[in-house]
C-alpha cells in the first residue's frame, strides 16, 4: 500500500534555512502536499506540487520533486520562530474521492 | 480559500455516552469529506470517506457501529462517536475536497479535542 516516510524532528536557528525531507511508495501519486499543524490546531496547506514538475517556489517556500526516487523536500528560508510547528507532507492519486495518505509529521524547532 | 468548520472545538464528555461532531463545507459543496484521527505526536490517521447520499466507507479497523458517519447534505458531514470510552479521547480532523479530480485542494477543519472522562 500507499506509505509516506518523513524525519520526525528538525531543529534551526533563527534566519536559517530549513529543509524537510519526505519519500512516498506510490508512484501513481499526481500531487504532493505540504501541511503545517500548528499545536491544538487543524492543518493548514502550505503548497502543493504536480508530480510533472522538478520545483515549485512560493515566497520563502521552495518545494523540490525527484520522481525517480519519489523524494519531496521543502525548504524554508530565513525561518522564523513562527515556523516552528510540525509538517506534514502528503500525497493523493488521481482518483476522485481518494484521501490524502499523510507522513508521520516532522516536528520544526526554531530558536532564537 | 474555501472554508470547512468543524464543531465543536473541544469536548469534554463521560464515558458511556455518544459526542456528535459537525463538519461543514461554508463557501462550496463537498461531494466527498473525509474524517481523521489524530493521536499525540502522531500523523493523521484516514478513519472513513464519507459520500453525499450514500454510506460512509470505513478504513479496516475502524468500528462502523461505534463511528457513525452521516453525511445528508453537500455541506454537513458528521461523526458521532457512540458510547465514549477514554481509548476514543482523540483529535478528530474532517476535511473536503471542492472537486472530485486528484489535484483539487483538501481543505481541513480546525479539528475537534474530544477527551472522554
Given at each position: 500500500?500507499?506509505?509516506v ?23 501513481s ?16 496547506l ?30 524554508i ?7 516552528s ?28 | ?39 499525540p ?11 453525499e447520499?450514500s ?5 479496516q ?16 458531514s ?34 475537534t ?5
Amino acid at each position: 500500500g500507499e506509505d509516506v516516510e518523513q524525519s520526525l524532528f528538525l531543529s534551526v536557528r533563527e534566519g536559517d534555512s530549513s529543509v524537510i525531507n519526505c519519500t512516498y511508495t506510490d508512484s501513481s501519486s499526481t500531487y504532493l502536499y505540504w501541511y503545517k499543524q500548528e499545536p491544538g490546531a487543524g492543518l493548514q496547506l502550505l503548497t502543493y506540487i504536480f508530480s510533472n514538475m522538478d520545483m515549485k517556489q512560493d515566497q520563502r517556500l521552495t518545494v523540490l520533486l525527484n520522481k525517480k526516487d519519489k523524494h519531496l523536500s521543502l525548504r524554508i528560508a530565513d525561518t522564523q520562530t513562527g515556523d516552528s510547528a510540525i509538517y506534514f507532507c502528503a500525497e493523493i492519486a488521481n482518483q476522485a474521492g481518494t484521501a490524502l495518505i499523510f507522513g508521520k509529521g516532522t516536528t520544526l524547532s526554531v530558536s532564537s | 480559500g474555501a472554508v470547512v468548520s468543524q464543531h465543536p472545538s473541544w469536548v469534554i464528555c463521560k464515558s458511556g455516552t455518544s459526542v456528535k461532531i459537525e463538519c461543514r463545507s461554508l463557501d462550496f459543496q463537498a461531494t466527498t469529506m473525509f474524517w481523521y484521527r489524530q493521536f499525540p505526536k502522531q500523523s493523521l490517521m484516514l478513519m472513513a470517506t464519507s459520500n453525499e447520499g450514500s454510506k460512509a466507507t470505513y478504513e479496516q479497523g475502524v468500528e462502523k457501529d461505534k463511528f457513525l458517519i452521516n453525511h445528508a447534505s453537500l455541506t454537513l458531514s458528521t461523526l458521532t462517536v457512540t458510547s465514549a470510552h477514554p481509548e476514543d479521547s482523540s483529535f478528530y480532523i474532517c476535511s473536503a475536497r471542492s472537486g472530485t479530480g486528484g489535484g483539487t485542494e483538501a481543505f481541513f477543519g480546525q479539528g475537534t479535542r474530544l477527551t472522554v472522562v
